[in-house]
């Protein structure tokens, strides 16, 4: 009965590919977001969705697109993947706007590219 | 620009005592505080958190202190167990974004 959820777990694929990495939550949160922690651990905010309204878009090139079809999910599609894209992809969750109390993590997708 | 720092990687205690993990910002417009723990293949999990109206909110064996004037904030786990044993994000909002520190690994020993 996992709150956030995401698939796959684990993603390993060549440069020059186009991959998709899903996020679900069933806590009837409103908004969404997608981390990525780099090899050097920092964690960083990537893309925030509000109501499938998206509210953040950091300095992400474009060849990273978000997607959330309904509040429930905020899919993360890459294009083009490069060496540098390879990091743990964290989706999270929260109920409302700035400065909620809890955003809630799904497990992570680690992606490789080789 | 690293606006929450952890400049402790990991901390190594004993079970029993006392934990004291460090975080510092340099944001002045932060004004609300959480602590995650990670697990590893988990994602961060909340633990605790501060609002910059407070200087100390405490739950269990976690206290949280916050020193708005030094920018600074600190998590004390009393007593350490083994499973506490993880890794420690401090984090700050800025609007909807959590900045995150690059957490302190935290080994309790039996």
């Known amino acids: 009965d996992t709150a956030v959820s995401q698939t796959p777990k684990y993603l390993v694929t060549q440069m020059g590919n186009d991959k998709s990495i899903k996020c679900e939550q069933n806590?009837?949160?409103?908004?969404m977001y997608w981390y990525k922690q780099d090899s050097k651990k920092f964690l960083k905010i990537m893309f925030s969705y509000n109501n499938k309204e998206l509210i953040i878009n950091e300095t992400v090139p474009n060849r990273f697109s978000p997607k959330s079809p309904d509040k429930a999910h905020l899919n993360l599609h890459i294009n083009s993947l490069e060496l540098g894209d390879s990091a743990v992809y964290f989706c999270a969750s929260s109920q409302g706007g700035p400065r909620t109390d809890t955003q809630y993590f799904g497990p992570g997708t680690r992606l490789t590219v080789l | 620009d690293q606006q929450v720092k952890q400049n402790s990687p990991s901390l190594s205690v004993q079970e029993g005592r006392i934990s004291i993990l460090n975080c510092d910002y340099t944001?002045?417009?932060?004004?609300?505080f959480l602590w995650y723990k990670k697990y590893p293949a988990e994602g961060p999990t909340f633990l605790i958190s501060i609002s910059s109206i407070k200087d100390k909110n405490e739950d269990g064996r976690f206290t949280v202190f916050l020193n708005k004037s030094a920018k600074h904030l600190s998590l004390h786990i009393v007593p350490s167990q083994p499973g506490d044993s993880a890794v420690y994000f401090c984090?700050?909002?800025?609007?909807?974004?959590?900045?995150f520190g690059k957490g302190t690994s935290l080994l309790v020993t039996p």
């Open positions: 984090a700050a909002y800025s609007g909807y974004a959590l900045n």
């Open positions: 806590l009837g949160h409103d908004t």
């Open positions: 944001n002045s417009m932060f004004d609300y």
